[in-house]
């Protein structure tokens, strides 16, 4: 295992962890590494420092870098699928049929296609994320994990977590590692994006509606967002499905109201999983969707986030048809894609299944699902094949290479939980930003990254699921 920038006599030096810890809890609060307790959500007396690591981790240079240059293809990529109708109702057609939410967003996605687009001002903000993938030879390469198209969070909180490791570095003495710290600040480039986009929706007084959860445990992370709009002069209010419901209306020309105020933009933090919907929220959806407000993401936009697209771009000839002149451009994105398969019915989906089973602990079942802990592993896959794998039940997943990262040593901090050595494994994310309008791209950036790190005890999961916490990369 490798023991990373850190060295293993100061991870092992109790008495100065121990010291370290209360000086990086402290210094988490200082610079508002902020979260809301789960035992109130909705209560902003009662914050704690949102779960980081206590040192930041090793990422090798150049696949760092490969994964920030890479991002400005992604955005083009996921903008060119969420303007073609065919390629949708093709990729996702085995999908539908068996996953109801999946289903339902699509009925939108073809609601707003037979009434036609009210608006040509289109806004991405996604992440896609990236695992390293360590080979038995000992070489390393980037592998992307996926990419969120929606509600992509700890854009807010990843801008502040830089101070306080280098803050935590300083006083353990390591004053080399701590000029490594990267500076980060993905908040100003998703703010500098939704600002474009407000800006060419031209109404001054027209908002920027954050759609959130009724659990706001993550408000902070959105607050970064908020409050550099608010900087700019433009008006944000937080919304509820619920409250878009109950308040929303749509005039002759389209235009999106929620109460009083014209609505500019929808930033959609919620709507990513079946849980997230009543039937009075899938009623406001649409109704956002069929709108003149820019949508971040349109549903269009959503859909090109799903895995079985990731799956069915990785096919001969595929990424070829979304890059006719480019070939450098599918060379560099097909770089970073794992082996991907489908579970549909025929002699591939065979192949996938009779593959699983046999070597189960080589791959994940991933089923349409957002917001971790929905994956299948080892034992587990073999467990549900045999279930699914006769009907068209199984088509609801697709089968994914399992990624091997090289184990690191270090302290997860999270409130309320006792700290000890872990063996830790890193996730990369690069934020992408871009705006469109009509068929101009005005603006298309990688704004940031994100690295989360979790416990090799954990398969699955992310921050917001309680499993991975914050971190930075220290390149080498
Ligand atoms: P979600 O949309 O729920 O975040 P992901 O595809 O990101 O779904 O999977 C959740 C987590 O599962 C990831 O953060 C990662 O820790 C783990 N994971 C997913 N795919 C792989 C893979 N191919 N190899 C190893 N771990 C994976
Ligand atoms: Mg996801
Ligand atoms: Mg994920």
Same mark, same amino acid.
């Given at each position: 295992?490798?023991?990373?920038?850190?060295?293993?006599?100061?991870?092992?030096?109790?008495?100065?962890?121990?010291?370290?810890?209360?000086?990086?809890?402290?210094?988490?609060?200082?610079?508002?590494?902020?979260?809301?307790?789960?035992?109130?959500?909705?209560?902003?007396?009662?914050?704690?420092?949102?779960?980081?690591?206590?040192?930041?981790?090793?990422?090798?240079?150049?696949?760092?870098?490969?994964?920030?240059?890479?991002?400005?293809?992604?955005?083009?990529? !996921?903008?060119?699928?969420?303007?073609?109708?065919?390629?949708?109702?093709?990729?996702?057609?085995?999908?539908?049929?068996?996953?109801?939410?999946?289903?339902?967003?699509?009925?939108?996605?073809?609601?707003?296609?037979?009434?036609?687009?009210?608006?040509?001002?289109?806004?991405?903000?996604?992440?896609?994320?990236?695992?390293?993938?360590?080979?038995?030879?000992?070489?390393?390469?980037?592998?992307?994990?996926?990419?969120?198209?929606?509600?992509?969070?700890?854009?807010?909180?990843?801008?502040?977590?830089?101070?306080?490791?280098?803050?935590?570095?300083?006083?353990?003495?390591?004053? #080399?590692?701590?000029?490594?710290?990267?500076?980060?600040?993905?908040?100003?480039?998703?703010?500098?994006?939704?600002?474009?986009?407000?800006?060419? *929706?031209?109404?001054?007084?027209?908002?920027?509606?954050?759609?959130?959860?009724?659990?706001?445990?993550?408000? *902070?992370?959105?607050?970064?967002?908020?409050?550099?709009?608010?900087?700019?002069?433009?008006?944000?209010?937080?919304?509820?499905?619920?409250?878009?419901?109950?308040?929303?209306?749509?005039?002759?020309?389209?235009?999106?109201?929620?109460?009083?105020?014209?609505?500019?933009?929808?930033?959609?933090?919620?709507?990513?999983?079946?849980?997230? *919907?009543?039937?009075?929220?899938?009623?406001?959806?649409?109704?956002?969707?069929?709108?003149?407000?820019?949508?971040?993401?349109?549903?269009?936009?959503?859909?090109?986030?799903?895995?079985? !697209?990731?799956?069915?771009?990785?096919?001969?000839?595929?990424?070829?048809?979304?890059?006719?002149?480019?070939?450098?451009?599918?060379?560099?994105?097909?770089?970073?894609?794992?082996?991907?398969?489908?579970?549909?019915?025929?002699?591939?989906?065979?192949?996938?299944?009779?593959?699983?089973?046999?070597?189960?602990?080589?791959?994940?079942?991933?089923?349409?699902?957002?917001?971790?802990?929905?994956?299948?592993?080892?034992?587990?896959?073999?467990?549900?094949?045999?279930? $699914?794998?006769?009907?068209?039940?199984?088509?609801?997943?697709?089968?994914?290479?399992?990624?091997?990262?090289?184990?690191?040593?270090?302290?997860?901090?999270?409130?309320?939980?006792?700290?000890?050595?872990?063996?830790?494994?890193?996730?990369?994310?690069?934020?992408?930003? *871009? $705006?469109?309008?009509?068929?101009?791209?005005?603006?298309? #950036?990688? !704004?940031?990254?994100?690295?989360?790190?979790?416990?090799?005890?954990?398969?699955?999961?992310?921050?917001?699921?309680? !499993?991975?916490?914050?971190?930075?990369?220290?390149?080498?």
């Amino acid at each position: 295992m490798a023991s990373g920038s850190i060295p293993e006599q100061l991870l092992m030096n109790d008495e100065l962890i121990r010291s370290l810890i209360e000086v990086a809890k402290d210094t988490a609060l200082l610079h508002g590494v902020l979260m809301r307790t789960t035992e109130s959500p909705n209560f902003p007396e009662v914050v704690t420092h949102a779960p980081f690591t206590l040192f930041p981790s090793p990422v090798p240079k150049g696949l760092f870098e490969q994964a920030l240059k890479v991002q400005t293809l992604f955005n083009q990529l !996921v903008d060119r699928i969420s303007q073609d109708p065919c390629f949708l109702e093709e990729a996702l057609a085995s999908t539908i049929k068996v996953d109801k939410f999946t289903a339902r967003l699509f009925d939108i996605y073809r609601h707003v296609l037979k009434e036609g687009r009210s608006q040509s001002i289109v806004l991405g903000l996604n992440r896609s994320d990236y695992m390293v993938d360590q080979r038995p030879d000992g070489s390393t390469s980037l592998k992307q994990i996926e990419i969120n198209t929606i509600a992509a969070s700890f854009g807010g909180l990843s801008s502040q977590t830089p101070a306080v490791h280098r803050h935590i570095l300083k006083v353990a003495g390591l004053l #080399e590692e701590q000029k490594k710290v990267l500076n980060n600040d993905p908040a100003a480039g998703l703010a500098a994006a939704l600002a474009k986009a407000w800006q060419l *929706y031209g109404s001054e007084r027209a908002v920027v509606m954050f759609l959130v959860e009724d659990v706001q445990t993550n408000i *902070y992370d959105h607050r970064y967002i908020e409050n550099e709009l608010w900087r700019r002069n433009i008006p944000v209010i937080r919304r509820r499905f619920d409250d878009v419901f109950d308040t929303g209306s749509l005039d002759s020309d389209k235009r999106l109201f929620v109460g009083s105020q014209e609505v500019a933009i929808v930033y959609f933090r919620n709507g990513y999983m079946p849980q997230n *919907y009543t039937e009075q929220s899938w009623e406001a959806r649409l109704m956002m969707e069929r709108s003149k407000a820019v949508k971040c993401p349109d549903i269009s936009t959503h859909l090109a986030g799903t895995k079985k !697209v990731q799956q069915v771009l990785t096919q001969p000839g595929v990424l070829e048809k979304f890059f006719p002149d480019d070939p450098e451009a599918v060379t560099q994105i097909r770089a970073t894609f794992a082996g991907l398969y489908t579970l549909d019915m025929g002699a591939e989906g065979e192949k996938t299944v009779a593959m699983a089973l046999e070597k189960p602990d080589q791959f994940v079942l991933k089923p349409q699902r957002e917001g971790g802990g929905n994956n299948v592993y080892g034992a587990d896959i073999c467990r549900v094949l045999e279930k $699914v794998k006769g009907g068209s039940e199984r088509m609801a997943y697709i089968l994914m290479d399992k990624i091997f990262p090289q184990p690191v040593q270090n302290y997860l901090l999270r409130q309320g939980t006792p700290v000890k050595l872990s063996t830790c494994i890193s996730e990369l994310g690069a934020f992408g930003a *871009y $705006v469109r309008q009509g068929t101009e791209m005005l603006l298309n #950036e990688c !704004v940031g990254h994100l690295l989360r790190t979790k416990s090799i005890e954990h398969a699955d999961g992310g921050v917001a699921a309680g !499993v991975a916490v914050l971190d930075n990369p220290l390149l080498f």
